[in-house]
């Protein structure tokens, strides 16, 4: 409990260093959801990212949630808050510094948590196109669902990113994130079309596939999620 109380106050104080004169730009979604895996239903969803540049140093927060009760049982709880800091080198390279933290009432763990750092590098970085990798190492500590056993150790972390504007209005969004340790390797991909309907309101459609290579009897190892909804974006 301490470990796990530390490294949420880590990760607090990673979102809470950002200049409090920072101006954030971001988006949030609101729509439905519909799983697969250690849960099957359809439920409300939301998202929020929020990210901000002074000088070199980028911030960002993000956070999202999936809920639902059919009016006698919830069927469907999950939510994730995550947050990184970084400080560019050169126009291409840059260091990172990364916490996340993952709750799901339906998976094999009550909790994921990790904390790391290393240094990414931007591929490309144009208005039409963006493409970024990042891995580091860092510490996970998680905790059972069926037992309560506590699960932690040394992790590597890769994250890649891309963005790309394929026309004036469509824009398709992917990001890869894998945590291995040597008890559990984590992987989730997130891919995303937004379509653009003014210049703050989109339509976006996401698919989401989460993946730990571990887990309990009678636990799935790969939980997919479809989410459909309205983007709100500011600049």
Request: no cysteine.
């Amino acid at each position: 409990m301490k470990l796990h109380t530390s490294l949420a106050a880590a990760a607090a104080l990673l979102v809470a260093a950002v200049p409090a004169h920072a101006d954030w730009s971001g988006k949030g979604n609101v729509g439905a959801s519909f799983a697969t895996g250690n849960s099957e239903n359809q439920a409300a969803s939301a998202a929020l990212e929020l990210k901000d540049v002074v000088g070199q140093w980028t911030h960002t927060f993000g956070l999202a949630g999936n809920y639902d009760n059919d009016g006698n049982a919830t069927t469907a709880q999950r939510w994730e808050l995550r947050g990184q800091r970084q400080y560019d080198f050169t126009k291409k390279a840059y260091w990172f510094g990364a916490a996340r933290y993952e709750d799901d009432r339906f998976s094999t763990y009550d909790f994921q948590s990790s904390l790391s750092t290393g240094l990414g590098y931007k591929i490309i970085d144009t208005d039409k196109t963006k493409f970024w990798v990042q891995g580091g190492v860092g510490y996970r500590y998680a905790e059972e669902a069926l037992t309560g056993d506590t699960v932690d150790g040394v992790i590597f972390r890769g994250d890649l990113g891309y963005d790309h504007q394929l026309t004036a209005s469509t824009k398709v969004v992917e990001r890869f994130l894998v945590e291995a340790g040597s008890d559990n390797t984590f992987l989730q991909n997130d891919l995303g079309l937004e379509v653009a309907m003014t210049g703050t309101l989109a339509l976006r459609v996401g698919y989401q596939v989460r993946h730990n290579t571990d887990v309990l009897p009678g636990t799935k190892k790969t939980d997919t999620l479809t989410t459909l909804g309205l983007q709100y974006e500011t600049k």
